[in-house]
C-alpha cells in the first residue's frame, strides 16, 4: 500500500509538472503573439482599425500606446527592460530622425502624410488669420506633440508667432486640442486635419497662414524589441498598399508623394 501510495504521489506531482508547463507554453505563444505599438493620438483612428484587421489575419495583438510624440520618444529611449515596445509610430518622422540618432531605430516605412488646419468651435466664425488673433482663446497641443512643435516653428519663420502666441491655450495632445473646440472651451483649434474630420459637426478651415505645416507619418521598428521579426513583418504590412495603408486613405490621411 505505501508503495501504491509513494507511486500515486509521483504520477500526481509528474502531472502537476506538465500541466504547469503547458500553462508556461500557453502564455509564452500569448505574449509573443503580442506587439507594443507606440504611436501618435493622431493616428488613433486608422490604428485601431489596422489593429483589428491584423489581428484577424494573423492572430497577432497590437497593444498600442497612444500620446503625444516626443512623450512616446522618451519611452522608447526608456523602456520597461522587461517588455520593450517593438516599433515606434510618431506623428512626424522628424521623431524618427531623432530616434535614429540614439540608435533606437531599426527600419522604417513612409506611411502617409498630414496637414495642419483650424477647427472651430460651434458657432465661431473665424474666416482668416485676422479673424483667428482676435480669439480669446484657441487650443494648440504643447511642444511634446507634433502638431504643437511645427506650428511653432512654422509660425516662428514666418513672423508670426509672436502676435499667435498669447491667445493660446495649451493642450496635451492634439485630440484634447480638438475637444476643447467641441466643447466650446475655446473658440478654435489647430489640428491635425485626419483629425478634424473625426468631429463631422464642427467647421475646419484651412488658412494659407497654416499652409507648409505637413507632418510625414513613418513608421519604425525598435532595435531594442523582444519580437524583431514579427515587427519587421507588421511594418511590412502597415506600408503596403494591400495591407494598412487604405485604413489611412480612410481616415483622410494624404498619401506620400515621392
Known amino acids: 500500500m505505501r508503495s501504491f501510495a509513494v507511486g500515486s504521489l509521483v504520477v500526481a506531482v509528474a502531472a502537476v509538472a506538465v500541466l504547469v508547463s503547458r500553462e508556461q507554453d500557453f502564455q509564452h505563444r500569448r505574449t509573443s503573439a503580442q506587439l507594443v505599438v507606440l504611436a501618435a493620438s493622431s493616428l488613433r483612428g486608422p490604428m485601431s482599425k ?57 527600419r522604417s516605412e513612409p506611411i502617409a502624410t498630414m496637414r495642419a488646419t483650424m477647427l472651430l468651435a460651434p458657432g465661431c466664425r473665424v474666416e482668416s488669420w485676422n479673424d483667428l488673433l482676435r480669439c480669446h482663446g484657441v487650443s494648440l497641443a504643447n511642444d511634446a506633440a507634433a502638431i504643437g512643435r511645427m506650428t511653432r516653428q512654422h509660425l516662428q519663420r514666418s513672423g508670426r508667432w509672436t502676435a499667435f ?62 519580437r524583431s521579426r514579427e515587427a519587421e513583418e507588421f511594418l511590412k504590412y502597415l506600408a503596403d498598399a494591400d495591407g494598412g495603408k487604405p485604413r489611412f486613405r480612410e481616415a483622410h490621411f494624404r498619401p506620400v508623394t515621392p
Do not use: C, M, Q
Open 50 to 106: 489596422i489593429a483589428d484587421d491584423y489581428r484577424l489575419r494573423t492572430g497577432t495583438e497590437l497593444i498600442l500606446i497612444y500620446g503625444a510624440s516626443e512623450d512616446l520618444l522618451a519611452r522608447a529611449r526608456l523602456p520597461d527592460a522587461g517588455d520593450p515596445p517593438d516599433l515606434f509610430l510618431p506623428a512626424d518622422e522628424s521623431y524618427i530622425a531623432d530616434a535614429a540618432r540614439h540608435g533606437l531605430i531599426g
Open 165 to 226: 502666441e498669447p491667445i493660446i491655450r495649451g493642450a496635451a495632445n492634439v485630440s484634447d486640442s480638438a475637444n476643447a473646440a467641441k466643447i466650446g472651451a475655446v473658440e478654435a483649434a489647430i489640428v491635425w486635419e485626419p483629425v478634424a474630420r473625426l468631429h463631422p459637426t464642427l467647421i475646419a478651415r484651412p488658412i494659407d497662414e497654416l499652409d507648409g505645416i505637413v507632418a510625414i507619418v513613418r513608421a519604425a521598428t525598435l532595435n531594442g524589441s523582444k
